[in-house]
C-alpha cells in the first residue's frame, strides 16, 4: 500500500463552519505534513509532524488546528476560515531517518471558503 | 534562507523532442533532490529522485545532478502531449523539510 488517502476531496464551507480534512497512510512512515497550494503556486509547508509530534508551525493562524491522533492519520481542523484560504490541501508522509526519500502526497482536499 | 529557483516557463516543445527541465539551489549543502510532475487541479507526483553527482535514468526521463554547479536538471526524451504539466524542482538538506522551486509549466504540442 503506497498510497496517501485524504477525505474529502472537496469541500464547501461558510466562514462559521468547522470542518475537518483528515489524512491517512500505511505506508509506515513517521513524519507527515499538511500543504497549502494555491493556483500556481508551488506548495507551501504548513505543519509538519514527526513521530506524532508537532515539529514544525510555520507561523500558520491559529483558525488552521493539526492533529495527529497516530502514526497513521493525520487531520486539520478548520474553523472560522476566510475565502484566501480557499485552496488546494495536500497532505503527504514520509520516512524521518533518511533524506533519501521524497514526499508521498496525497490526492488533495479541495477547499472552498464563501 | 534555502532557495530553489526553476524558470517557470511555459516551456513548449515538439511530440517527440526531448524536454529539459532546469533547477538551481543555493544551499551547497542540499543532499537529496527531486522532480515531481502535477497535472492541472491535481498533487503532485513524485518522478525521479537523485543523490549523486551525475545522470540518473529511468524510462523515458533522465535526472542530472552538478553539485559544484548546484544545478539539476530532467531531460523527458520522446516527449509525449501526456507529458504536459508543470514539474516541480524539490530540495532537501539532512531531514529538513523539503524546499520546492515554482515550477516549470511544460506543455508538449503534438
Known amino acids: 500500500d503506497t498510497e496517501v488517502t485524504q477525505t474529502p476531496k472537496h469541500l464547501v464551507m461558510g466562514m462559521t463552519n468547522k470542518k475537518s480534512l483528515k489524512c491517512e497512510q500505511h505506508?509506515?512512515?513517521?513524519?507527515m505534513y499538511w500543504y497549502k497550494q494555491k493556483a500556481k503556486k508551488p506548495p507551501e509547508l504548513m505543519f509538519v509532524?514527526?513521530?506524532?509530534?508537532?515539529?514544525i508551525n510555520e507561523s500558520v493562524p491559529s483558525r488552521f488546528s493539526p492533529e495527529c491522533p497516530n502514526s497513521s492519520l493525520l487531520n486539520l481542523h478548520l474553523h472560522a476560515l476566510q475565502p484566501e484560504d480557499s485552496a488546494l490541501y495536500l497532505c503527504?508522509?514520509?520516512?524521518?531517518?533518511?533524506?533519501?526519500?521524497?514526499?508521498?502526497f496525497g490526492s488533495g482536499t479541495r477547499l472552498t471558503v464563501v | 534562507q534555502k532557495e530553489v529557483e526553476q524558470n517557470s516557463g511555459p516551456l513548449s516543445v515538439p511530440e517527440g523532442a526531448i524536454a529539459s527541465l532546469n533547477c538551481t539551489y543555493s544551499d551547497r549543502g542540499s543532499q537529496s533532490f527531486f522532480w515531481y510532475r502535477q497535472y492541472s487541479g491535481k498533487s503532485p507526483e513524485l518522478i525521479m529522485s537523485?543523490?549523486?553527482?551525475g545522470d540518473k535514468e529511468d524510462g523515458r526521463f533522465t535526472a542530472q545532478l552538478n553539485k559544484a554547479s548546484q544545478y539539476v536538471s530532467l531531460l523527458i526524451r520522446d516527449s509525449q502531449p501526456s507529458d504536459s504539466a508543470t514539474y516541480l524542482c524539490a530540495v532537501r538538506f539532512g531531514n529538513e523539510k523539503l524546499t520546492f522551486g515554482t515550477g516549470t509549466r511544460l506543455t508538449i504540442i503534438p
Open positions: 537523485i543523490y549523486s553527482n
Open positions: 503527504a508522509s514520509s520516512q524521518v531517518s533518511t533524506v533519501r526519500y521524497g514526499y508521498t
Open positions: 505506508m509506515g512512515h513517521r513524519a
Open positions: 509532524y514527526s513521530y506524532e509530534k508537532l515539529s
